[in-house]
């Protein structure tokens, strides 16, 4: 007879509310089970940011997730794997105890120990470790393991009230977010939603079908609803170019040649809307006379696209003014990644699509809420003198690279929340290196055994979202979202706020947030920013804070004193957060251009490599639940048949891919829709998945792109060898 999952136990999925029926039917009840309807928010790393409808079972367990269909941009759709959460939060490998390690670091060997005794030892080893080599010695790390600005950002508040080191968040959105905000002077755009009013929809640089679902249900709602096409642009014919109208698979870090010559088209075809520009743009005339040598002809040779597919794209967007383009993350990430967003985003202010509804460019909303976060991240007490340390850079600061760590004292102490650097940080080997020090003192709160817990001296167990309360917003849409705390918490699990608070108690940290339930502090957030009260929220489930038609689509003047968008940004002062520009920002060009500044291939690595996102994974969240790596299977490169049959590869085989940094063990798949000479890695796989323990994130780079930084992780030139096994079936390392 099948039981019931409850918190916690083996064997629980998706499909847990249904036993209890499949029980009732076979006899083994006289009761049906309680099943509630709960609303909740999707905590994960996506812009989507769903708005959720959780099955709660007899007030102890979750059955199926499903879309909310009240929230008009997650409109009932969600991610195959979120709606799989039953099998991740009653996982039967989750952490449920505090730890302290007992053999070697990366052992794997711990024992386990109170929250008492735990954080007890935290404070000791941390105290003493301020006493001796200074409080910048202590460094929290942390992402987006989940989105919930308490639990997520609460750990800056412990960082601001000690004087701890500061963490420069470079891993994800710094290129992207510089480019998309070079032109337009403010990180947002038009309503999301408005995609099924547009005539053409293009989504340029990210496998929505993979990482962003609702894009495609509005895309396709809108051709639907009113014969619009679809345009699909990115270095591999992945899932989204699939269901377009127009797949336009180019070589990676290219895409600002692409934008150049359509707009080259435009101003010679007559699409450039010259009214507009007058009004609405600084250097128009300048722009329309640095096209001139960017013709189809010249981007063709560059992208590897046809003359034709250029000239298509640019008839399409051109006579389509509704043209409303969906920039994504994916193609930002090149050493050229933020020139790259700003000269796509200058296609749709040539024709001057912004006008309309259903056109423009959309990349993030995260500018639009404006929340006064000094309660949630101790922003009052922030010391600017500080240092801050480049999170991309963790290899480098635990390996002791004096400019990495802005010529101060050495990394003793780290404090790991929402993130498993062991796996997604780039250039790995050093990574490793530095976590393998014996005199690093390393405590990581999770919710698995990760790469990086199992490098840990405490580990402790970590609650997942619906045993917490917390706050949510969406990067891909408006709205501002609850999502309480629906069962109790596995183990001995802790929110990320509970531990913030009782290790702030022991180490002397004064801080009134520390006093404070995240519903208070989340209540004090929303009325301090003007959003209302949290008891609102919580009635409504979501709040919808869109700006107005005219502000979304900058009629009323872009974010720039003058009020005019920038074909020539001032590189080093466009506004972002960090202290100053990095990288060979000298170099970057004054009007949107190609910037060759990639790690392009030579004759000892012929081939790009991009280490593009899977489907059933979230960077290395969900390589742990059972039905996403069933539907991922393993490690693969994806390369061209003519590209493996001079490699003498068949599909299956095992191919060694390296550089400087290192090596990786793939199984080859042959695949027509990669270009000649680019190979593509789908997911973040642990590194235990592969031969001798490397994963792809060894062969990736570190080195900050202009101006502001970031994580090249889609621009790496590579070999790839043909592995050959010894008498024994082990290949040696390269």
């Not at 990115?234 to 600002?256: E, F, K, S």
């Not at 507009?276 to 001139?292: F, G």
């Not at 466009?574 to 990639?598: E, I, K, T, Y």
Request: neutral net charge; contains cysteine; aromatic residues 8%.
């Amino acid at each position: 007879m099948r039981r019931p999952c409850l918190p916690g136990a083996a064997g629980a999925t998706a499909e847990a509310g249904f036993l209890f029926f499949a029980m009732r039917y076979e006899g083994a009840m006289t009761e049906l089970p309680r099943i509630a309807h709960h609303p909740s928010t999707c905590p994960h790393d996506c812009p989507s940011a769903c708005s959720l409808e959780v099955e709660v079972i007899d007030g102890r367990s979750i059955g199926r997730v499903r879309g909310s269909k009240r929230q008009s941009y997650t409109d009932g759709v969600i991610c195959a794997k979120v709606a799989r959460y039953a099998e991740r939060i009653h996982h039967p490998e989750r952490l449920l105890h505090p730890m302290r390690r007992t053999g070697p670091k990366g052992s794997g060997q711990f024992a386990r120990i109170s929250w008492d005794e735990a954080l007890d030892e935290i404070a000791r080893r941390f105290l003493a470790i301020e006493a001796e080599h200074g409080a910048e010695a202590v460094w929290p790390y942390y992402y987006a393991g989940t989105m919930g600005l308490v639990m997520r950002d609460g750990i800056n508040r412990l960082r601001h009230a000690k004087r701890y080191s500061g963490q420069y968040s470079t891993i994800c959105t710094t290129t992207a977010w510089t480019g998309f905000i070079a032109g337009t002077g403010r990180l947002a755009g038009p309503d999301p939603r408005e995609m099924a009013q547009s005539d053409c929809i293009v989504i340029w640089g990210t496998n929505a079908v993979h990482t962003q679902v609702n894009v495609m249900h509005h895309a396709i709602k809108a051709r639907k609803a009113r014969g619009a096409k679809i345009v699909g642009i990115d270095i591999y014919h992945n899932a989204t170019l699939a269901q377009a109208d127009l797949a336009l698979v180019l070589r990676p870090g290219t895409d600002a040649a692409l934008a150049c010559a359509v707009m080259h088209i435009l101003f010679r075809d007559g699409h450039a809307d010259r009214a507009y520009l007058a009004a609405h743009t600084d250097a128009p005339d300048e722009l329309e006379a640095h096209l001139q040598s960017r013709t189809p002809e010249w981007a063709a040779a560059i992208t590897g696209l046809e003359i034709a597919q250029i000239e298509e794209f640019a008839a399409l967007v051109g006579t389509r003014k509704k043209s409303f383009f969906r920039l994504g993350y994916g193609f930002a990430r090149q050493r050229n990644g933020a020139v790259s967003m700003h000269a796509a985003l200058c296609v749709p202010t040539v024709t001057g699509a912004w006008q309309y509804e259903g056109g423009g460019a959309f990349h993030s909303n995260s500018g639009i809420y404006r929340w006064r976060k000094s309660l949630i991240e101790g922003l009052d007490v922030r010391d600017p003198g500080v240092r801050e340390l480049d999170q991309s850079q963790i290899g480098r600061i635990l390996t002791g690279d004096a400019q990495a760590l802005r010529q101060g004292g050495p990394v003793r102490a780290l404090l790991i929340q929402n993130t498993n650097p062991v796996s997604v940080a780039p250039e790995q080997e050093l990574v490793k290196q530095g976590f393998a020090r014996e005199d690093l003192f390393t405590v990581v709160h999770e919710q698995f055994m990760t790469e990086t817990a199992q490098m840990a001296d405490i580990v402790l167990p970590a609650t997942q979202f619906l045993e917490h309360d917390d706050i949510y917003q969406g990067g891909g849409h408006q709205h501002i979202m609850w999502g309480g705390k629906l069962v109790e918490p596995a183990g001995e699990c802790r929110s990320n706020h509970e531990v913030i608070c009782a290790l702030a108690k022991r180490l002397g940290a004064q801080h009134r947030g520390f006093d404070m339930t995240p519903r208070e502090i989340v209540d004090w957030t929303m009325r301090e920013s003007g959003r209302g009260t949290l008891d609102e929220l919580i009635a409504n489930e979501f709040l919808d804070v869109q700006p107005d038609f005219r502000t979304a689509h900058y009629l009323d003047g872009f974010g720039y004193r003058d009020r005019k968008f920038r074909f020539k940004p001032d590189w080093p002062k466009v506004p972002n957060a960090n202290a100053g520009p990095v990288g060979p920002w000298q170099d970057m060009p004054v009007l949107p251009d190609q910037w060759d500044v990639l790690d392009n291939v030579d004759a000892e690595h012929p081939f790009r490599l991009a280490t593009s996102p899977a489907r059933s994974f979230l960077n290395s969240t969900f390589t742990e639940t059972p039905g996403s790596v069933k539907k991922e299977g393993g490690p693969t490169l994806m390369l061209h048949p003519e590209d493996a049959a001079r490699l003498g590869v068949v599909a299956g085989d095992e191919v060694v891919v390296g550089n400087q940094r290192g090596s990786v063990h793939l199984k080859a798949v042959l695949f027509e829709g990669v270009v000649r000479g680019v190979v593509i890695a789908e997911s973040i796989w642990p590194n235990a998945a592969h031969k001798h323990g490397r994963g792809i994130n060894t062969i990736t780079g570190a080195d900050g792109p202009a101006p502001f930084g970031g994580a090249a992780f889609h621009d790496n030139k590579v070999w790839i060898k043909k592995a050959i096994p010894d008498q024994k079936g082990v290949t040696a390392l390269p």
